[in-house]
C-alpha cells in the first residue's frame, strides 16, 4: 500500500507536466481510471475514446508525461528545500482540495500552515492609495492572525506581503512559474522573507518553468482558492485581480472590494464589483465579518483602529515648513510634484527641497516618476 | 630645376610646416605627387593645371615630381594647391631666375579653382597658429582674410594666383588682413526669465553652470526641456580670448568658422539622437572633430538621451572623464579637447507621461525598467545633477510671475567661479565637479548635521554609497553660490534632491 501511494504521488507530479490541460480535466480522466497511475498506463486511443479528448490531445499527453522525470523533479525540489504535496499528502491544503479544479501537485517553499487566510489581490500599476489601503489591510488581517495571500506581482501585491511580514504576520504568494524562477526577479528577496517568516511561496508549476503569460490566470485560481475571501483592492475591469474575483465567486468564496474614487481607472474593477453586490471592505473587520464563524477563534480582530483617518503621528514632529509642504501635497490625491509645490507655497527650490527631503525620510510622503503623494 | 615652396599642414588641430618641392625634369611629360597625400590633395593635380594656364601661364609639359615634407606624415585637405602651383611657376623659371626673398620667405596656403582664382579652405587659423612665433608671412585666400587675422600673424589675402605671382615679383597688390569686429555677445541669446515656472529646473542649471556639473533633465514631453537648455548657455560666464581660440581652431578644422570670426559666445551644439558614434565623438578615416569637440568650452544638450546609441553614450566617457577625445589611427593619433558641459534630457518612461499630473502613463515597470537602463550606470555616474521637470499646466500660465532674468543667475555664477578659482589655485579648467577623492575630502568637510543627512539619504531614501561624493560636489557649488565657506546642513539637503534617478528604484516607484 506505502509502495502505491508512493507510486501514485509520482505518477501525479509526472501527470502535473502536462501543461496544456485544466486539473479539472486530469482530475476527471484520473477519477475514470482510479488513479493518474493507472490513466498513464492507458494507451492515447483508450483515453481519447472514454474519456471525451481528441485523439491529438490523448497523444501529447502521452508524449509530454513520457518525457518528464519526477524522481529527477522531486530531487531538485528537495534541494531547492520545496515539499512536493499531492491531494494525497496530509499537508495540502483542505480548502483548496474543495475547489473543483485543485492543482495535482502544489510546490511549497516554507510553511503552508492550517490557518484562516484571505487574499489580498490588485493592480501592478496601483495608485498611493490602492498601495496604502492594501498595506493597511495586510497589517490588520495579519494582527487578527489571518493568513494574507497573494501572487508576489509588483504593485498591490509586494505592498500585502510586506506589511503582512512587517507586522509579523503569516503571508502566502502563489507564483505563476516555477518557484525556481520566481518572477518578477526583483521580488526574490521578498520571496526568500516570506519562506523565511512562517509563511509559503508557492506554485502548482513544475519547478523550472519560466513565467508564461498563460499561466498567471491559473495560479489566481490557488489564491482564490487558499482563501475565505478575496478582497480587490484595485484594478481595471480586465484587471488580474478581476480574475481572481471571478475565481473566487467559482469556487464560492466571498468576494470583497476597496471603494476607490469614481475618476480613478484603478478602481473601475472594485467599484464594479460592489455595484454588483460585493461587500465593500474599509478595513480587516470587514473581512473577518464574512469568514465563517469561528474562523478566526484564535485571535479576536484588532480593535477598532481608525488611525489611519487621522493625520499621521509624525506630522507633529516635523518643522513648521514641512508640515505646510505635507498640506498642500495631502491636499491633492494625485499629489504635486516639486516644482508645483514650489509654485503653490511660492517658496525657492531650497526651502521647497528641505521640507521634501523631511516628508520623505519621516516616510510621510513617497515619489512616483517625481510626484509627491502622502503615504 | 627645383622649387621649394613654404606651407602647412594640420595634424588634430595644431599645425605643423610642410615644404612643397617641385621638381621639373626632362623627360616624358608625367605628373606626380607624393608624400602621403589623400585624395583630396592628389586632386590638385588637375586643380593645378587648369588654374596655371587660365591665370595666363604656360604649364611645362616636362616631367614633374612634388614631394610634400616631411614625407612620412599624412597630409589632408585641399590648400596645397597654391603652393604646389607656385612651385610649378618657380621651377619653371616663371617667377624669375633666382627665386625672391617674397617667395623663400613666405607660406602660402589655399585651393585654386579651376580659373586660378583662390578659395577659402578649412583650418587656417590652426595651421597659422603655428607660424606665431616665425615673424614670416603667409598669404591666404581672401575668404579667410577675417579668420587669419585672429592668429595674430602676419597675413596677406590674395584672390587669384596671379596676384600672387605679381606680389611675388614685387608688387604691392596684396592688402594685409584684418580683423572683423566681433559681434557683441552679451544680451543677443534667449533669457531664462521667459520660462516660466520650472524652479527646480533652473536652480538645478544654475547650480550646473556654478560648478561645471553635467546636469540630466527629466520630465514628460513639452516641459520645456530643449527651452532650458538653450538658455542654459546664458549663465555661463563669458569666453576668455584662450577658450575662444581654442574653440575657434575646432571649428576652422571641421570648416565651420565661414563667418571668419573668432568664436565668442559658448557653444551650444545639438546633435540629434540618430547621430553615429563617430560623428558624436569625431573620427574618419582623416580624423574630423565631433559634436563632443565643436561644444568645447560650450554646451553639449543631448535631447532624448536613451535614444542615442548604445556605442554612442558609452563613447561619451572619454570625455566626460578626461575633458578630451583621442581619435586612434593606425598611422597617427589626433587628440582633440573636448571640456563641454553635458546638458542630457529624457522621458521619464518610454510613453512620457509617468508621473504626469494629468495623462496617464501607459508603461509597464518592465518598460520604464530598461528605458532607464539604456543610460548605463558609468555615464550617469558622471552626470552630477539629475532634475525632474513638469508640465506648466495652462491655467497656471499667466498667474505664474516671470523668473529672475538670466543675467542674475550669471552674476553669482561668477562670483561662485572666482571662489574656485581662488580654491584650486587659479588652474584652468578646474572646478568642483572635477575635484579628486583627496580635494573632495579637504574641500568638503561636512559639519556634524549635515553627515546625518547623507545617512538618512542612505538608510532611508535608498542612495549608493557612491552618490554620496556627487552629492558632496554639488553640496560644495551650493555653498559658493551663497559665498559660504563651509558646507551648511541646508546644502546638502538640496544636494539630495538633485539625485533623484539615485533613490532605489522602488522607493522612485517604477
Redesign the interface.
Same mark, same amino acid.
Given at each position: 500500500m506505502q509502495a502505491n501511494a508512493e507510486a501514485e504521488k509520482l505518477a501525479r507530479v509526472r501527470l502535473n507536466f502536462f501543461g496544456c490541460m485544466r486539473s479539472d480535466w486530469l482530475l476527471r480522466l484520473m477519477s475514470l481510471y482510479g488513479g493518474a497511475a493507472e490513466l498513464l498506463k492507458r494507451p492515447p486511443a483508450e483515453i481519447a475514446g472514454e474519456g471525451g479528448v481528441s485523439f491529438a490531445t490523448a497523444l501529447r499527453l502521452a508524449a509530454e508525461t513520457a518525457a518528464a522525470d519526477p524522481e529527477q523533479e522531486l530531487a531538485l525540489a528537495r534541494k531547492a528545500g520545496v515539499k512536493v504535496l499531492t491531494a494525497l499528502d496530509d499537508g495540502y491544503p483542505e480548502l483548496l482540495k474543495t475547489i473543483y479544479d485543485p492543482p495535482l501537485a502544489l510546490y511549497v517553499r516554507g510553511e503552508l500552515k492550517n490557518m484562516p487566510a484571505a487574499a489580498l489581490v490588485g493592480t501592478?500599476?496601483a495608485t498611493p492609495y490602492g498601495l496604502r489601503t492594501a498595506a493597511r489591510l495586510a497589517r490588520e488581517l495579519a494582527e487578527a492572525g489571518a493568513a494574507v495571500a497573494s501572487g508576489l506581482a509588483?504593485g498591490v501585491d509586494t505592498a500585502a506581503h510586506e506589511a503582512a511580514l512587517a507586522a509579523g504576520g503569516v503571508t502566502w504568494a502563489a507564483l505563476g512559474s516555477g518557484l525556481n524562477e520566481v518572477y518578477?526577479a526583483?521580488n526574490r528577496k521578498l520571496a526568500d522573507k516570506i519562506a523565511g517568516s512562517g509563511g509559503a511561496v508557492i506554485s502548482e508549476f513544475p519547478m523550472a518553468l519560466k513565467p508564461m503569460p498563460a499561466n498567471f490566470p491559473r495560479r489566481n485560481r490557488v489564491i482564490s482558492g487558499l482563501s475565505l475571501a478575496t478582497v480587490v483592492v484595485e484594478g481595471g475591469f480586465e484587471s488580474g485581480a478581476m480574475i481572481t474575483a471571478r475565481f473566487a465567486l467559482d469556487q464560492g468564496r466571498e468576494v470583497m472590494a476597496v471603494p476607490g474614487p469614481v475618476d480613478s481607472?484603478m478602481s473601475k474593477g472594485p467599484n464594479d464589483l460592489i455595484k454588483n453586490g460585493a461587500c465593500p471592505v474599509e478595513d480587516a473587520r470587514d473581512i473577518a465579518a464574512c469568514f465563517p464563524y469561528g474562523a478566526l477563534a484564535a485571535a479576536k480582530p484588532a480593535k477598532k483602529d481608525e488611525s489611519y483617518l487621522r493625520p499621521p503621528a509624525a506630522l507633529k514632529e516635523l518643522s513648521p515648513d514641512a508640515g505646510a509642504a505635507y498640506a498642500a501635497i495631502a491636499a491633492d490625491e494625485?499629489g504635486l510634484? !516639486?516644482?508645483?509645490l !514650489?509654485?503653490a507655497l511660492a517658496w525657492?527650490?531650497?526651502r521647497? !527641497?528641505?521640507s521634501?527631503?523631511e516628508l520623505?525620510?519621516a516616510?510621510l510622503v !513617497?515619489?512616483?516618476?517625481?510626484?509627491y503623494t502622502r503615504v | 630645376m627645383l622649387a621649394k615652396i613654404s606651407t602647412l599642414a594640420l595634424k588634430g588641430i595644431d599645425g605643423f610646416f610642410v615644404s612643397a618641392e617641385v621638381y621639373i625634369a626632362s623627360g616624358l611629360p608625367a605628373y606626380a605627387i607624393v608624400g602621403l597625400p589623400d585624395a583630396a590633395v592628389k586632386e590638385a593635380r588637375e586643380r593645378v593645371v587648369a588654374a596655371v594656364r587660365n591665370s595666363g601661364f604656360d604649364f611645362p609639359s616636362k616631367r614633374i615630381t612634388v614631394n610634400l615634407a616631411p614625407a612620412e606624415r599624412k597630409k589632408a585637405g585641399t590648400h596645397f594647391d597654391l603652393p604646389i602651383a607656385l612651385g610649378v611657376l618657380a621651377a619653371s623659371g616663371k617667377l624669375g631666375k633666382t627665386p625672391p626673398a617674397r617667395l623663400e620667405e613666405s607660406f602660402f596656403i589655399g585651393e585654386l579653382a579651376l580659373d586660378g582664382s583662390l578659395r577659402p579652405v578649412a583650418g587656417v587659423l590652426p595651421m597659422l597658429l603655428a607660424l606665431r612665433d616665425s615673424k614670416r608671412t603667409a598669404v591666404v585666400p581672401a575668404g579667410n582674410s577675417a579668420e587669419a587675422a585672429v592668429s595674430g600673424v602676419k597675413c596677406l589675402a590674395a584672390s587669384n594666383l596671379k596676384q600672387v605671382a605679381d606680389w611675388i615679383s614685387g608688387s604691392d597688390g596684396l592688402n594685409a588682413c584684418g580683423m572683423v569686429p566681433a559681434a557683441e555677445a552679451a544680451g543677443s541669446g534667449p533669457d531664462l526669465s521667459e520660462v516660466k515656472g520650472q524652479t527646480f529646473a533652473k536652480r538645478a542649471l544654475e547650480i550646473a553652470a556654478a560648478g561645471f556639473h553635467n546636469v540630466i533633465m527629466v520630465g514628460p514631453p513639452g516641459s520645456g526641456k530643449s527651452m532650458l537648455a538653450k538658455r542654459f548657455g546664458g549663465l555661463l560666464p563669458p569666453m576668455g580670448l584662450d577658450e575662444s581660440i581654442e574653440t575657434t581652431k575646432l571649428y576652422s578644422v571641421s570648416g565651420l568658422a565661414s563667418a571668419g570670426r573668432l568664436v565668442r559666445e559658448r557653444p551650444f551644439r545639438e546633435p540629434h539622437h540618430t547621430i553615429s558614434d563617430a560623428a558624436l565623438i569625431g573620427g574618419g578615416s582623416s580624423p574630423r572633430p565631433g559634436e563632443v569637440s565643436l561644444a568645447h568650452n560650450g554646451v553639449l544638450f543631448l535631447d532624448e538621451f536613451p535614444e542615442f546609441s548604445r556605442p554612442a553614450i558609452e563613447a561619451l566617457r572619454e570625455p566626460l572623464e578626461a575633458f578630451k577625445v583621442t581619435v586612434a589611427r593606425v598611422k597617427e593619433s589626433v587628440v582633440y579637447p573636448a571640456r563641454f558641459l553635458l546638458v542630457a534630457a529624457m522621458n521619464p518612461c518610454p510613453c512620457g507621461y509617468l508621473g504626469h499630473s494629468v495623462r496617464e502613463c501607459s508603461c509597464t515597470p518592465l518598460q520604464v525598467h530598461k528605458y532607464r537602463a539604456r543610460v548605463s550606470g558609468p555615464i550617469l555616474d558622471r552626470i552630477d545633477l539629475h532634475v525632474q521637470l513638469s508640465p506648466v499646466k495652462y491655467a497656471d500660465w499667466e498667474a505664474v510671475p516671470k523668473g529672475e532674468p538670466s543675467a542674475a543667475i550669471a552674476a553669482r555664477v561668477l562670483k561662485a567661479i572666482e571662489l574656485q578659482k581662488a580654491r584650486f589655485g587659479g588652474r584652468d579648467g578646474r572646478s568642483n565637479a572635477a575635484m579628486t577623492a583627496g580635494e573632495l575630502r579637504s574641500h568638503c568637510a561636512l559639519p556634524e548635521g549635515a553627515s546625518a543627512v547623507l545617512e538618512l539619504a542612505m538608510n532611508k531614501l535608498g542612495f549608493s554609497a557612491r552618490s554620496l561624493d556627487k552629492i558632496l560636489k554639488v553640496s560644495r557649488t551650493i555653498a559658493d553660490l551663497e559665498g559660504a565657506a563651509a558646507i551648511k546642513r541646508e546644502h546638502v539637503i538640496e544636494a539630495v534632491q538633485y539625485r533623484m534617478l539615485d533613490k532605489s528604484e522602488a522607493l522612485a516607484g517604477i
Open positions: 501592478r500599476k509588483r518578477p526583483e481607472p494625485k510634484n !516639486a516644482d508645483e !514650489a509654485q525657492p527650490a531650497q521647497t !527641497a528641505a521634501l527631503f520623505e525620510v516616510a !513617497a515619489s512616483r516618476g517625481g510626484r | -
